[in-house]
């Protein structure tokens, strides 16, 4: 059973930045993609960021492109978000979700690893709060 624990949420001025971590166990995820959500307060959950296993290729959402960038160690099994120039619009639950994926880049699905909606994917952690406040 996989399970993936997000770190390194905290409570941060405007224009700080925060380093977040997916720890996975209890297999090898660098055959996964994985996808990086966010759920502010009375808004619906959404995709931030997300690397693709192999070449490691990145997508980012409009919002947080240029400030937010996403990398993986495989040997750590571990994804990491690092967020810079945060924003109070950057507040929510971050979450990180995993899905295992077939060359070139596609889940079972057949779509895109990366373009999936978070119920699409095959695990999940439970969520780290950031806070961007003054």
């Known amino acids: 059973q996989v399970q993936l624990v997000e770190s390194g949420g905290g409570l941060v001025q405007p224009g700080g930045s925060l380093g977040l971590s997916c720890q996975a166990s209890?297999?090898?995820?660098?055959?996964?993609?994985i996808k990086w959500f966010r759920q502010a307060p009375g808004k619906e959950r959404e995709g931030v960021s997300c690397?693709?296993?192999?070449?490691?290729?990145?997508y980012y959402a409009e919002s947080v492109k240029g400030r937010f960038t996403v990398s993986r160690d495989n040997a750590k099994n571990t994804v990491y978000l690092q967020m810079n120039d945060l924003e109070p619009e950057d507040t929510g639950v971050y979450y990180c979700?995993?899905?295992?994926?077939?060359?070139?880049?596609?889940?079972?699905?057949?779509?895109?690893?990366?373009?999936?909606?978070?119920?699409?994917?095959?695990?999940w952690g439970q969520g780290t709060r950031v806070t961007v406040s003054s």
């Open positions: 979700a995993a899905v295992k994926q077939y060359i070139p880049a596609f889940a079972p699905s057949g779509r895109p690893a990366c373009d999936l909606d978070w119920d699409e994917y095959e695990h």
């Open positions: 209890g297999r090898s995820l660098d055959d996964h993609a």
């Open positions: 690397i693709y296993a192999t070449v490691g290729n990145t």
